[in-house]
């Protein structure tokens, strides 16, 4: 029973998520699409933040490097697959992390922060700078990529539907294949690194490999969400690897619940939301989200995942005091 | 068995550790040996927990060598002295608290076994791996909290799930950094005894201020002052000696009473 009501309310919100592209404009079609991606990188994050206790403050790099990467080998005329561009895109940003993982993985606490920033913004300034990819405009997709499967097109990315639900799919892939690996001794070793490293250490743990075991993983998923980004927008611009990125993608997680796999999740829906309804209402948007952040860290120290545990708790004990 | 036949399990040769120009180690050697208990004792600051640290590899020393069963490991890092079987418990309870009891010695036990195909696999699904858990927890007198929260325990639980997870990483050399502290008379008689089980299979050096319990196991007992070795020998000879006495001035009452 206890397990229903856990279940009901992600079984409801997929329903509605399935059908949404039915009923709304487009407009909203792609609201949710761009929000699922969000919550997308914003779970990969999570894997270091909260699962391993690696606060990265330059994880945007890994969604552009992979957003870039897909630019960079659609050269006018060029078709591609996008059977072979998605996972080439997700290498180059594991790749990425792998290398740069192997430097900021050798420091701790805020010297991490600032190295990962400063790894970032290197990135950033490549891509800004130099010509490699269009400079401070960026670049428009020459064409997106196409998906045949035994000689049919399944989906025609033109169409922002096919994107949305290309975009459902993967989030709920990359949701249930982290719940499995979390739970997993693998995941238990994070965990472990997170609460206490020296006692890793102690057991024999090589807790380097480990932690860029997960650097790398987490630098893939985030280039899995920055190809879908460029596959819904259809261009590439240097701030998808600015440290706002990487400090709004920091704000979701903290948004929705560190140290949760539907954190993220909920805190990108709130995240996008009130960016929506912040833009309509004032030119200062951000001092809007500001102090809802602010608010939500004060009244709900575990995220917007902890309300139901919170819920839950206030009906016991007003139970027990009937 | 005299001490002289015992298999010698660890051995530090002249272990010395200076930061910047404060020695906190100089020239200390001692052997642990099989089915011996090995005590190091020594006011604050004498230079224990710098002892332990290079045993472990958490401190590179200055100078001196560590062999076990003969083989050099000083240049190991911490994590390869554990895989090799130099288990260390902490002063301060080092568990990890949102896991079961199980889950913790699970964690440790996992530890002998990184294969990728081990890994990735949720952790009870690993038979060898629950059975060490099971085997510890038994040794350690936790069998009957296994699922119980870590964090939750008492404080006399928490040090047991501490040695329990050390045996969890089958050692054969036990670094045991003040086992007792904190513990109530019925859980320090209880740890007492398991100590003197786990003499049979191990090497242990046991740092601990409870001199009672020292005295009641140690087979032999290593006094450090200033970082220096004071004097080293069986508990007959550490209690009537001299410059033990005056090294423990104020604290020599504590060694009368035993």
């Known amino acids: ?322 | 068995m005299t001490e002289r036949h015992r298999e010698v399990f660890l051995e530090a040769r002249s272990l010395s550790r200076h930061f910047g120009g404060l020695a906190a180690n100089s020239n200390v050697s001692v052997t642990l040996r099989r089915g011996e208990i090995h005590a190091l004792l020594g006011p604050n600051g004498a230079g224990k927990s710098t002892f332990i640290n290079m045993l472990s590899g958490d401190l590179p020393p200055s100078s001196g060598t560590i062999l076990l069963k003969g083989e050099d490991v000083s240049g190991l890092p911490a994590h390869r002295r554990s895989r090799i079987g130099i288990g260390r418990s902490f002063q301060r309870t080092n568990i990890f608290p949102t896991f079961s009891v199980q889950e913790n010695c699970v964690l440790a036990a996992q530890s002998r076994q990184q294969q990728p195909g081990k890994i990735f696999r949720p952790p009870l699904h690993n038979q060898a791996v629950v059975d060490r858990s099971h085997e510890v927890m038994a040794l350690t007198g936790l069998a009957h909290c296994g699922s119980q929260i870590a964090g939750t325990l008492s404080h006399g639980e928490q040090r047991q799930l501490e040695i329990a997870m050390v045996l969890a990483t089958n050692p054969i050399v036990l670094l045991l950094d003040e086992p007792l502290a904190g513990m109530g008379a019925d859980e320090s008689s209880r740890m007492v005894d398991l100590l003197a089980r786990l003499r049979r299979d191990h090497a242990i050096l046991l740092v601990e201020h409870d001199m009672d319990a020292v005295f009641a196991l140690a087979d032999v007992i290593t006094v450090l002052v200033n970082g220096e070795l004071l004097e080293s020998g069986p508990p007959a000879q550490i209690k009537a000696s001299p410059a033990v006495r005056s090294a423990y001035l104020g604290e020599d009452e504590e060694i009368d009473h035993v």
């Open chain 1, 1 to 322: 029973m206890a397990r229903f009501f856990r279940t009901f309310p992600l079984i409801a919100a997929l329903a509605v998520l399935l059908v949404f592209p039915m009923f709304g404009q487009i407009f909203y079609t792609e609201l949710v699409a761009k929000t699922l991606i969000l919550a997308i990188f914003a779970m990969s994050l999570d894997l270091l933040v909260g699962y391993t206790g690696l606060v990265s403050f330059g994880h945007a790099a890994y969604f552009g490097i992979a957003a870039y990467t897909v630019a960079l080998l659609t050269p006018a005329g060029a078709v591609n697959s996008i059977w072979w561009i998605l996972p080439v895109s997700v290498l180059a940003a594991a790749l990425a992390a792998l290398v740069i993982g192997v430097f900021v993985l050798r420091t701790k606490g805020i010297y991490f922060i600032m190295v990962t920033l400063a790894f970032a913004q290197m990135a950033f300034f490549l891509f800004h700078d130099t010509d490699l990819g269009g400079g401070s405009d960026g670049i428009f997709l020459n064409s997106k990529p196409t998906a045949h499967l035994f000689g049919h097109e399944i989906l025609t990315f033109e169409n922002p539907t096919h994107i949305y639900y290309l975009v459902l799919a993967l989030t709920i892939f990359v949701y249930l294949s982290l719940r499995w690996l979390l739970k997993t001794s693998f995941g238990h070793i994070l965990i472990g690194i997170r609460s206490n490293e020296h006692r890793m250490v102690a057991m024999g743990y090589n807790t380097f490999n480990y932690k860029l075991a997960i650097f790398t993983m987490a630098g893939g998923l985030a280039g899995l969400a920055g190809f879908l980004q460029v596959l819904l927008t259809g261009f590439v611009t240097p701030e998808m690897l600015a440290w706002h990125q990487s400090g709004n993608v920091l704000l979701v997680v903290i948004l929705g619940g560190i140290g949760t796999l539907i954190g993220p999740v909920l805190g990108a829906f709130t995240f996008v939301a009130l960016q929506e309804f912040a833009q309509g209402l004032v030119d200062r948007w951000q001092l809007v989200m500001g102090i809802f952040v602010i608010l939500v860290v004060f009244a709900l120290p575990g995220g917007l995942a902890a309300i139901p545990a919170r819920v839950r708790r206030r009906l016991v004990k007003g139970a027990q005091h009937d």
